[in-house]
């Protein structure tokens, strides 16, 4: 049975009781987070965040890829960011497969490679230093001077900082 039709419900609670807030399309806090698409972590909740303030990236594993690169692109040079939050987390699904084991999976069941990188890891501190290196050398990155890592810990709720 489908979730959707109890989501379209409350989408239409959601929208009568809605009210226009004005916001700029530029977050008010220049910020940018990136982190897992864990359905465990409300990134608004975690930080203290409302709507407006801060872009928002996911991914699965929060990993800094070509994509992400894109988005951080396009949210400093386009809307006025300047600091990027990254954000792994305890017990991420990324922890528990391999890259080799999951594209072989996938071809398997489709007959065909996927032509993406999967990205898993076995480290959670060096992900998080590897995703602020990979912002840092990115040429489309024009502010690496406040980047931060940190580790959610889906159990507590408290982030640890990675140091680089």
Do not use: W
């Not at 951080?72 to 040079?77: E, G, H, N, V």
């Not at 501190?125 to 690496?144: G, L, Y």
């Amino acid at each position: 049975m489908s979730v959707i039709p109890g989501l379209e419900q409350q989408n239409q609670r959601y929208a009568a009781a809605f009210e226009e807030q004005q916001l700029p399309t530029a977050p008010q806090l220049k910020l940018t987070v990136v982190t897992c698409m864990d359905s465990r972590i409300d990134v608004f909740a975690v930080l203290g965040l409302e709507n407006g303030q801060a872009h928002v990236i996911r991914n699965a594993g929060g990993v800094v890829t070509a994509d992400v690169i894109r988005s951080l692109a396009i949210s400093q040079r386009k809307l006025g960011t300047r600091e990027i939050i990254l954000i792994h987390h305890t017990q991420c699904g990324m922890l528990g497969i391999t890259d080799d084991g999951f594209r072989a999976e996938l071809q398997e069941a489709t007959g065909q490679a996927p032509t993406f990188a999967i990205e898993s890891f076995t480290d959670l501190d060096a992900n998080v230093r590897q995703s602020i290196a990979r912002v840092r050398t990115s040429p489309f990155i024009e502010h690496t001077d406040s980047i931060h890592g940190y580790v959610y810990d889906v159990d507590t709720g408290a982030l640890r900082r990675v140091e680089e």
